[in-house]
């Protein structure tokens, strides 16, 4: 391993979790109650190397065949870490999903609950599971629309005996991000879940203050994507 990309890649890592710390802190929270998620879709091996020397051991990634051909064979090979599919999943890989990730932050349908259901009967184990909710309502994105959270987190719960561990959003690129954050914990709270997975390297510290359990960070620990 390139000793100077090391070097980067701890740097960034220390500074992203220097800023949760303050902004924890701010907040009147631990920092110990956020947990960071390098987002690791797309970066080369040497990159991905040097966050797990660095001590980061919580993936976040977008695609179930990526993350296969990434992550299996470390598995295999005995490596300790936690993976988290953090982008849409199509029901026909519910089955490669449920054997490959520890969490699961994108249900966001009926469909998907099904196959996510079946998938854990047959493989034998199920991954913790986050409801994604739509907080923008945008066309382009998945997510549970807020005013149906609360009416899907209980059919899931109830047809399928699922134990939602929390929420995720990705707040609309163009508007402030506070009020989503805010919008998501809220519907947590009147649900009776605990976890929130929200906030991106743009706005990590802002979601850190509105109560996020987890932060998924990409390009503010590996760099700018090429």
Known sequence: MDEGVLQEITAARADVLARIALAAKGAGRDASSVQLVAVSKVQPDERIEAMLAAGQRVFGENRVQEAEGRWQPRRAAGLDFELRLIGPLQSNKAREAVELFDVIETLDRTKLAA????????????????????????????????????????????????????????????????????????????????????????DYETAVMFGATSVRVGSALFGARG
């Open 115 to 202: 196959a996510l259901a079946d998938a854990a009967a047959k493989v034998g184990k199920a991954p913790r599971l986050y409801v994604q909710v739509n907080t923008g309502e945008e066309e382009q994105k998945a997510g549970v629309a807020p005013l149906d959270a609360d009416a899907f987190i209980a059919s899931v719960r109830r047809d399928y005996g699922f134990a939602i561990e929390g929420l995720m959003c990705i707040p609309p690129a163009e508007e402030p991000a506070g009020p989503h954050f805010a919008l998501l914990a809220k519907i947590a709270a009147r649900n009776g879940i605990a976890k929130l997975s929200m906030g991106m390297s743009a």
